[in-house]
């Protein structure tokens, strides 16, 4: 593809960039291909010169991602999904589509990042509130314990347990939330296992990463004798482009 974008084909498109956008020297993408800027009008486009059906392999996933993160360090980039391909040189019907999104967007993410912020529970101490808290856990732990036979009772005490997490989670998920410092918008995803307090998207801005890595590492040592925390970032804003994906 030439710099102006008139080679016919099909490229493959990571996201969307502000026009005069520069992409970071050597930075390849889905089958090691090189990352360009290519303009479209009111928008630039971050895409690889590659055919649709040279894709799909396990690495071309990260690659996506990779890319992604990448430019969202120096750029507000709007991220397209996986797997996304555009024809070169793009119709008047793709061109309006891409503007639309851009403009529907970037004045949401201009000049943040994302993190992404999970919360565990240390396992065995969150068990020990529970039987600490409900007396009924307490009653079922101790009888499972000393006959491990009782499969009804095992059941009621694995169901009443998994309630009682959802609970604990629900409160402590609102305490780390109101807790936080240097957040723009935040999205909660759905929690994927018992144990998981929350996952969090956290919309930061740039100037603040410093400030924001700082106290979430000093939020995690406080809680650090019954919750783990991980954050991964800064990201592109993969949560905040709403149906543009």
Do not use: C, W
Not at 54 to 76: K, T
Not at 111 to 137: C, F, H, K, N, P
């Amino acid at each position: 593809m030439s710099p102006s974008g008139t080679t016919v084909g099909h490229a493959y498109l990571y996201g969307l960039l502000p026009v005069g956008a520069e992409v970071p020297s050597g930075l390849t993408g889905v089958s090691g291909t090189a990352v360009q800027a290519v303009p479209l009008g009111a928008v630039d486009l971050a895409v690889s010169t590659v055919e649709p059906e040279r894709f799909g392999l396990a690495n071309d996933l990260v690659a996506h991602s990779a890319v992604l993160d990448r430019l969202a360090e120096h750029v507000d980039v709007v991220p397209m999904a996986i797997g996304t391909f555009i024809p070169m040189p793009p119709g008047e019907a793709d061109a309006a589509r891409l503007a639309s999104a851009d403009a529907q967007v970037r004045p949401r993410i201009a000049g943040a990042v994302q993190y992404t912020l999970s919360v565990r529970y240390v396992e065995q101490v969150a068990l020990t509130e529970l039987v600490r808290e409900d007396r009924e856990i307490a009653r079922l732990r101790e009888r499972t314990s000393r006959d491990p036979r009782l499969q009804s009772e095992r059941m009621q005490l694995g169901e009443r347990v998994v309630a009682g997490l959802e609970r604990k989670a629900e409160t402590d998920r609102r305490l780390i939330t109101a807790a936080l410092h240097h957040v723009r918008e935040l999205q909660q995803r759905t929690r994927e296992q018992p144990e998981t307090v929350g996952e969090l998207a956290l919309l930061v801005d740039r100037k603040d990463e410093t400030e924001f890595e700082a106290s979430i590492e000093s939020l995690a040592g406080e809680h650090a004798d019954r919750l783990l925390f991980r954050l991964l970032g800064p990201q592109a804003p993969y949560d905040f482009v709403g149906g543009n994906r």
